[in-house]
């Protein structure tokens, strides 16, 4: 059913937020700082606030401001006791805790999101946003927040999305220097990315293959291994490490990890799988 929803920040995030509900037919009011990117949503008949405080008179408020410091300021402008915000900026855990502190200070329902997906991704099936707070009022929303993409609902800590959100982008950030410093490596050798990058594909459903077992290892303890101990994957690491040197690029990336592996080998984790290095990392 048709709900009434505020959209506070109609920055790129914000404006595919705001366009996803219209989309669905809700009955949405904006802010932004700067009131001129409202245009083409007004034309799709949204309504402009002209203070925060105006998008505050609805089922549901999401924010999606550039950072927490910029968003604060405008929360406390908005006047959202009794109401449910559904907090959409990027920040640390302990940044949402604060602000479901604050939340809760000023009778506020608090919902805290990460959104795993772009922009033009928001309201396709493939876009999935991170949820943790007060389950009563994600479940009151639910409906509004599925049409922005797929609801995962992760616990009542305010703080576990951003975690995860972290989590999932380090993954994410690791993969793509990975494949940054691949692309430089064939590319030394006059190898263009469209000839790489297929095989890097495959190779990264290859690799995806092998995080249940990681998984199972780091959660069992158990770093008993059939398949590659961590000293052959050590030695690996030198010899990627030498072979960018030796082809003129950088070698930050491989870099950084065979740091991290040799510190786990010297730990005394040489004969066990790649799993062990997480004992290392903690
Ligand atoms: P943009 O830079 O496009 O938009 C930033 C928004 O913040 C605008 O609405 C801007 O207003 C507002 N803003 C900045 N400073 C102030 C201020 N001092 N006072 C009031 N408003 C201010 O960023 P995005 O839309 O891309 O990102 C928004 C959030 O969404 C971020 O936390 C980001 O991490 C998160 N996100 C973004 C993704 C993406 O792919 N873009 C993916 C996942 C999460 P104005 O228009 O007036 O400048």
Same mark, same amino acid.
């Given at each position: $059913? ?46 402009? @606030? ?26 406390? =402008? ?56 007060? #389950? ?6 639910? @409906? ?11 616990? #009542?800590?305010?703080?576990?999305? =951003? ?10 950030? $690791? ?40 998984? @199972? ?8 291994? #059939? ?31 065979? #740091?991290?592996?040799?510190? =786990?080998? =010297? $730990? ?15």
């Amino acid at each position: $059913s048709k709900k009434r929803v505020g959209v506070l920040g109609l920055g790129r995030m914000g404006a595919a937020l705001a366009g996803a509900l219209l989309g669905a037919g809700h009955d949405v009011v904006v802010w932004n700082r700067s009131p001129l990117k409202a245009g083409p949503l007004l034309d799709r008949g949204a309504r402009l @606030a002209a203070t925060p405080a105006e998008a505050a008179d609805a089922d549901v408020v999401l924010s999606c401001l550039s950072t927490y410091d910029t968003q604060q300021p405008v929360l406390d =402008a908005t006047e959202l006791s009794g109401r449910t915000l559904v907090n959409l900026t990027s920040g640390t855990p302990e940044q949402a805790r604060g602000v479901a502190k604050w939340a809760s200070s000023q009778g506020i329902d608090y919902v805290d999101g990460v959104i795993m997906a772009v922009p033009q991704g928001i309201g396709t099936p493939g876009a999935r946003i991170l949820y943790s707070g007060s #389950e009563t009022a994600f479940d009151t929303q639910r @409906a509004v927040l599925e049409v922005l993409g797929e609801p995962v609902f992760l616990g #009542e800590d305010a703080g576990l999305a =951003a975690l995860y959100d972290l989590a999932l982008l380090g993954i994410m950030w $690791s993969t793509m220097g990975g494949y940054l410093h691949a692309l430089a490596l064939v590319g030394s050798e006059g190898v263009a990315p469209d000839r790489f990058t297929p095989m890097a594909l495959n190779w990264l459903t290859a690799v995806g293959g092998f995080l249940p077992g990681i998984g @199972a290892q780091v959660a069992s303890g158990d770093y008993e291994t #059939e398949v590659s101990a961590l000293d052959i994957n050590a030695a690996g690491l030198a010899m990627l490490v030498e072979t960018s040197r030796a082809q003129g690029i950088g070698a930050t990336v491989p870099a950084a990890l065979k #740091e991290l592996f040799d510190r =786990a080998v =010297a $730990s005394g984790h040489g004969a066990h799988a790649i799993a062990s290095v997480i004992e290392e990392i903690r």
